[in-house]
């Protein structure tokens, strides 16, 4: 990741970047006994993983710094739609995708998805063979404008969106706002340092950009820790939101926001976008 260091307000080196590398990480595995996935395949996979990762990086928390930002964002997210209601029987392949924001972990991961295997998967703790593990590179300039004036985004996952009350359909600024700070909050933790972003400018921007048409459904769902037995909201809208304006400088954003997710519950697949 490319990056270079400016002068903070407070004289000190602040390191910015314009860049996010991200890892697509596939695991394909072969089951050895039949296996049903809930409609929402990520809650399983979930508690899965959280027996199989290292605490500090399925958890992380700081110690020190602002108490807004001790819980730090996960580096990672899954991408589990292809297994929603889905069942496998005994020597069938299934795979399970995640994409990591620090590359440095990519052999953690590995390890994990091993010994997910071993530990097995669902209730019944059904065990799986890991056939193949592949990561593939991926780097969003944030910076880098596109020629643009309409675009329509398809939200694929339930998707909970802070500041907007759900009243019509969420306005760009809205959109773009929580995409700015996902984006600039994984960078932070993870990249070079701060978005090198006009985060004003973009604000005051993305207030121009109009809001044509779209289409929207709500999920209502939740799920209950098996650690702690409390219970969590999952529910939030899907559908599309067709957009127009001056675009450019908030494609690259947006296309980044593809791998990353946007709103709450990310980490676990919710907020996924795709661009059309």
Not at 180 to 188: F, K, P, V
């Amino acid at each position: 990741m490319t990056g270079r260091s400016s002068s903070g307000g407070d004289g000190h080196a602040v390191n910015r970047t314009s860049h996010l590398e991200v890892l697509l990480l596939r695991a394909r595995f072969t089951s050895r006994d039949s296996i049903i996935f809930p409609q929402n395949a990520a809650v399983r996979i979930r508690g899965a993983l959280g027996f199989c990762l290292p605490e500090e990086v399925f958890r992380p928390h700081l110690d020190t710094g602002p108490s807004g930002l001790r819980d730090a964002p996960r580096p990672f997210v899954l991408r589990v739609r292809n297994l929603d209601g889905h069942s496998f029987q005994s020597g069938e392949s299934l795979e399970i995708g995640v994409n990591l924001f620090a590359p440095e972990l990519l052999n953690v991961f590995r390890d994990g998805f091993q010994r997910l295997a071993a530990s097995g998967l669902g209730p019944a703790r059904v065990r799986l063979e890991l056939d193949a593990f592949e990561a593939v590179p991926m780097s969003f300039d944030l910076t880098l404008g596109y020629s643009c004036d309409q675009i329509e985004v398809a939200f694929a996952t339930p998707t909970e969106l802070k500041g907007w009350n759900r009243d019509g359909l969420p306005p760009f600024e809205v959109l773009i706002a929580r995409v700015r700070d996902r984006l600039s909050a994984l960078c932070t933790f993870y990249g070079s340092g701060e978005p090198e972003l006009d985060f004003r400018g973009l604000a005051e921007r993305a207030r121009a950009v109009r809001t044509v048409s779209g289409g929207l459904s709500t999920i209502r769902s939740q799920r209950t820790s098996s650690r702690t037995g409390q219970t969590h909201p999952l529910s939030g809208f899907t559908g599309s939101v067709h957009y127009a304006g001056q675009l450019a400088e908030f494609v690259p954003l947006l296309r980044a926001a593809c791998c990353t997710g946007v709103g709450r519950q990310t980490v676990w697949g919710h907020g996924e976008i795709s661009l059309r």
